[in-house]
Every structure is written in structure tokens, then in C-alpha cells.
């Protein structure tokens, strides 16, 4: 076999390689963007369990029955473990947001009116445990209701 033809050769074979090469790529890429989305679909289901969870519900309830309109000043102990629950939950779920690691817009969709409510009626509270705690507490939660506002 003379030079040329070996050199065609070589060039037929590192091309095939080449694409071979690509679709490797290109088939991992794909592989990763599927366990990509397995993985947001169980962050979501999750997060959704977690917000969902009876201690969570039950704090949700005891802020909008019980401290909607009430003083600040007034609220129990039990009140203000339920107004942190509430808000740490909300939190959780701005930080997965945030990250992107669930689907910001099904959350806002189903829970926006929940989020705006019960940050609204803590917004006092939020703003007590940022000043003792640092304008860094629960930074996420007001990322979150300003998302939720985004939306109205």
C-alpha cells in the first residue's frame, strides 16, 4: 500500500472515530439532562411531601386563624413556633427554587396564595428574627414572596 492511500485511510478511520466520538457525547448529554429530571421530579416530590407533612399543615393553620390581626407583641410561644415553622418551610422551598433543583413555577403556582398569606401575616415576625439573627435569616423567604409578587 503506497503513502496515499494509507493516509486516506487513516483520515476515513480518525473521521469514523471522531464521529463516534460525538455521539458518545452527544448520548451522554442526553443521559444526563434524563437523571437531571429524575432527579428535580424527586426533589419535588419531596418538597411537596414535606409541605404537605401534618406538623407543617398545622402550623400553616395556626398562623392564618390565629395570628392574622393579632399583635405581634401577643403571640405564645406556641404561636411563634408555628409562625417559624411556617416560614422555614417556605424557606426550604425558595432554597431548592434558588437552586434549581425543583420547578420554581409549580410551586408558585400551587402555593403562591399559601406563601403570600402566611408571609404577610409573619412579616413582622421575619423581620424580628432577621434583626436578631442577621439580614442573611431567611433571606430565601423574601426572595420567595418577591417571586410570588412577580406573578400577581
Not at 416530590?45 to 399583635?71: C, M, N, P, S
Not at 404577610?120 to 436578631?132: L, M, N, P, T
Request: aromatic share 12%; with cysteine.
Amino acid at each position: 500500500m503506497d503513502n496515499a492511500a494509507y493516509n486516506a485511510n487513516s483520515l476515513v478511520l480518525w473521521k469514523i472515530t471522531l464521529a463516534m466520538g460525538i455521539a458518545t457525547v452527544i448520548i451522554y448529554f442526553f443521559q444526563l439532562m434524563k437523571m437531571n429530571a429524575a432527579i428535580k421530579a424527586q426533589n419535588l416530590a419531596w418538597l411537596v411531601q414535606y409541605l404537605q407533612d401534618k406538623d407543617v399543615r398545622h402550623a400553616r393553620f395556626i398562623v392564618t386563624t390565629e395570628l392574622a390581626g393579632k399583635d405581634i407583641a401577643l403571640w405564645s410561644p406556641g404561636q411563634r413556633e408555628a409562625a417559624a415553622t411556617a416560614c422555614a418551610a417556605y424557606g426550604v422551598a425558595a432554597v431548592y427554587m434558588k437552586l434549581k433543583r425543583i420547578d420554581k413555577d409549580f410551586i408558585i403556582d400551587n402555593w403562591g396564595p399559601s406563601i403570600e398569606q402566611i408571609c404577610s401575616i409573619c412579616d413582622k415576625y421575619i423581620e424580628e428574627e432577621r434583626a436578631r439573627l442577621g439580614p442573611r435569616y431567611w433571606n430565601a423567604v423574601i426572595w420567595l414572596v418577591e417571586e410570588v409578587n412577580k406573578r400577581k
